[in-house]
Each structure stands twice: as structure tokens, then as C-alpha cells.
């Protein structure tokens, strides 16, 4: 990775203070006035911090490609902002922002002119502003960086947690207000000390869509459920995962066997054929595509192509930092991009969301469905836990496989005891034929 964790660490604080700053000042120029526009009550607007971090880790060997390094900060960007609307208005049962106003926007979370910002923004952060705090950085005592992040992520926490609990606080007491309107008798009171009331003022006033019919028609949807996994649900996103594991990991090695004549292993696991890339992948596309399933083939192979192929350049690099382990290498494809993805395979992505969101997906959506409910969530439940505790053993024993074969050094305890025992050179090479150690 190039950069440390306490850069990583400063490089957050510092360009989220800057979104904080940028956030006031377009806010104070439609309003003619001074509003908080962070998410915490402090002078920090995170998201803005996290896509600088994401830029940091993900984008610096594009640098050398700036229209690559623009597009791939545009859309993981845009990911970034769509997960973490999504999110928010699936926990507080609001909407933080909302683009549906300006042209080309994406459900009102993203829009392609900020993203297009966005992206520009990655090429300046990591050609220019980056190598800029990073020499800022190295002129400051260790220590006194050190203690420095530490007080500010605590202080950070500790913000994110008083806001949290203040706008829970601040939706019961609107949902209590639009039930007593309703003439609902029994309404409970809050209590509430000074900080919290203070954050929820702040809150009303800068993000004023917080509006009392929005949690009225959340309160009224959240009914028994009947239907498991209905809609783009949780144990949907699940049930999926594990079939695209599956699915997956089934058609790359026929795709093996066909084009190199060779059966071998192509799965993420030590234990099933599982692939984790095609299960992630295929929760993570549904849940961003599900919106757009009635959209026209052309819109949705568009979407595909170019979410996959960020998805799998992501997945590239962050399986190297981990592992320090390269699963596959395109560097002999035409059109690839640092050997982590290629036009070919890219537009494979797409075909498969057309063919997945048009064909495949309705017809298993139906079949998730008629599962019963308990046995349904039991199911779910089980393969979840088995697929963490598969996922850290296979971690684990890559981490001791590269450590084995680059340091030659012996087993320090029982558990590098039993990882050298049960997952040997043979058997991982067998698991991952096609893995590479890196430095």
C-alpha cells in the first residue's frame, strides 16, 4: 500500500473538514445564512474523508492513466455516496440529500455532474494534494501524529454516537407529534438533556426535508411480515450471495475446463465452491440495479459494464494489500488495465446484469420467496455464520501460505501449528492454482 495508516487516518480528518467547509459555504450562499451541513455536530463531513481514503487506497497505480484515474474515482465515488444514501434513509428512515431535481441523477442519491466533480477530485487528490500532505505529514514529530488521531477518532466516535441517538430521539418524538395530531391518546414523553436538544435544532435546520409525513408512511409500512426475503430484503441480498458464490464459482470452472482443458479449483474458500467475488458481486449489483430492473437492456449492460468492472478492479487490489497474494492477472488480455480487469471482462459483467436482472433474478427472487419464513431465516442465519467462519480460515491459512514461502519461517504457536497441517502448500495451491505472491 502507499500509504501508512496514520496518513491514511490524516488524509480523512483533513479532506473531511474541507467537504465540512466546501458543505458551509454553498450552504450559506442559498441560504444567506450559517448552517451546519455535517452529519455529526462537529466540523466534519465524513463521507467526504472516505472517498478521499478510498481514492488514496484503491486509485494510485492509475496515476499514470488520468482519464482511468477520473472515471474510476467518478464511479466508486458515486458508489459510495449511493451506499451511504441508502443507508442512512434505510436506518433513520429519511432522505440526507436529494438530486432528483438535476438532470441525469440516480434515485435522488447521485447525480452525474457531482460525480463528475468527484472524479476530478481524485485525479488532483492523487497527483497532487496527497504527495503534498504526505510531505506536511513527514515534517510533524511521530508521536505528536499519533496522539493527535487518536483524540480525534475518539472525539469523532463519540460525536457519531451522540447524533445518532439524538436523531433517534428527535424521530420518536415526531412520530409521537404526528400521532397525537391523529388524535392518538397515549403519547410518551422524552426526555432529552440540553446537547441533544441542541443537535436536533441543528439537525431540523440543516436538513430540512426531515419531514413528519416521511416517518408516518415508514411507521405504517413496518407490518408483520408474511412473504420471506420480500423485495430487495436483507436475506434476499443473502440467499443471493450464496447462489452467486455458487453459481459462480460452478461456471468459472467449466469456463476453465473448456478454454484450458484443465479442471481446477475456482473457489475463494478452503471449505466448498464457493466464490466470493461472484457472491459479493451479486448481492452488491442487485442491490444497486434493483432500481433500475425495468430500465431497457442497453441501460442496465451500461450500469453493468461499468459497476462490474470497478467492482473487480476493487476486489483486485484489495485481496493483494490483504494477502499480498495476486488471484488473477489479465496482463496478456487486449484492453486491460494494470492485468486487475479488462474490456472483455468487463462487458461480460454487463451481459451477465442484463441476463441477471431480465432473466435469472426474477425467477429466483419468486423461488427465495416461497421459502417459509422460520426456516427460511434459520437457513440464512446458519450458511451466514459458516461463510464468516470459512472466510477467516481461509484468511487465515493464506496469510501463513505467503508467509511460509516468503520468510521460510517456522510455525510460532498451535494455531500456525495446525494451519501448516490441515492447509499445507499442496493443498492451497491446489485450492488456488492460479494465486501469485507479491511483494
Not at 450552504?27 to 472516505?50: E, H, T
Amino acid at each position: 500500500m502507499e500509504y501508512t495508516v496514520y496518513q491514511l487516518a490524516f488524509f480523512f480528518f483533513i479532506y473531511s473538514f474541507a467537504g465540512w467547509c466546501i458543505e458551509v459555504c454553498c450552504a450559506a450562499i442559498q441560504k444567506r445564512k450559517f448552517v451546519n451541513r455535517g452529519f455529526v455536530n462537529g466540523p466534519l463531513c465524513p463521507i467526504y474523508g472516505s472517498g478521499a481514503v478510498l481514492f488514496a487506497i484503491f486509485l494510485p497505480e492509475l496515476k499514470e492513466a488520468p482519464f482511468f484515474l477520473f472515471l474510476a474515482g467518478a464511479i466508486l465515488a458515486s458508489i459510495l455516496e449511493f451506499t451511504t444514501g441508502a443507508l442512512l434513509e434505510k436506518l433513520f428512515h429519511r432522505k440526507w440529500w436529494d438530486y432528483s431535481d438535476i438532470k441525469w441523477n440516480y434515485e435522488g442519491y447521485v447525480c452525474l455532474p457531482f460525480s463528475l466533480i468527484w472524479g476530478g477530485c481524485a485525479v488532483i487528490l492523487n497527483m497532487f494534494l496527497n504527495p503534498l500532505l504526505v510531505k506536511l505529514l513527514g515534517i510533524m514529530p511521530k508521536l505528536l501524529i499519533v496522539i493527535i488521531m487518536i483524540a480525534l477518532t475518539v472525539v469523532l466516535v463519540l460525536d457519531t454516537v451522540g447524533t445518532t441517538l439524538a436523531i433517534r430521539g428527535l424521530q420518536k418524538k415526531q412520530v409521537q407529534l404526528a400521532e397525537f395530531t391523529e388524535g392518538v391518546s397515549q403519547v410518551s414523553k422524552l426526555l432529552e438533556n440540553a446537547i441533544t436538544r441542541r443537535i436536533q435544532k441543528r439537525m431540523d435546520k440543516a436538513f430540512p426535508m426531515l419531514e413528519i409525513p416521511k416517518i408516518k408512511r415508514q411507521k405504517r409500512t413496518k407490518e408483520k411480515e408474511t412473504v420471506f426475503a420480500e423485495g430487495c430484503s436483507f436475506y434476499k441480498l443473502v440467499s443471493l450471495f450464496f447462489i452467486g458464490a455458487f453459481l459462480g464459482d460452478i461456471t468459472e470452472t467449466i469456463f476453465c475446463l473448456i478454454t484450458a482443458g484443465k479442471l481446477m479449483s475456482r473457489s475463494s474458500v478452503v471449505y466448498g465452491p464457493f466464490s466470493i467475488v461472484w457472491g459479493l458481486g451479486c448481492a452488491f449489483l442487485t442491490a444497486i440495479l434493483y432500481r433500475i430492473r425495468n430500465k431497457n437492456d442497453s441501460y442496465i449492460f451500461i450500469a453493468g459494464t461499468l459497476l462490474g468492472g470497478v467492482y473487480e478492479y476493487i476486489c483486485s487490489v484489495f485481496t493483494e494489500l490483504v494477502f499480498g497474494t495476486v488471484f488473477w492477472d489479465y496482463s496478456k488480455f487486449a484492453f486491460n488495465l494494470g492485468g486487475r480487469i479488462n474490456l472483455l471482462y468487463c462487458f461480460f459483467w454487463g451481459i451477465a446484469a442484463v441476463v441477471w436482472m431480465k432473466l435469472l433474478y426474477p425467477r429466483l427472487s419468486t423461488w427465495i420467496e416461497k421459502i417459509p419464513m422460520k426456516a427460511g431465516k434459520i437457513i440464512c442465519t446458519v450458511m451466514l455464520v459458516f461463510m464468516i467462519f470459512d472466510c477467516l480460515l481461509s484468511a487465515m491459512a493464506l496469510a501463513r501460505y505467503t508467509e511460509r514461502n516468503t520468510t521460510g519461517k517456522q510455525a510460532q504457536n498451535e494455531v500456525e501449528s495446525f494451519l501448516d497441517e490441515h492447509f499445507g502448500d499442496e493443498r492451497m495451491e491446489r485450492i488456488y492454482p492460479n494465486a501469485k505472491i507479491v511483494d
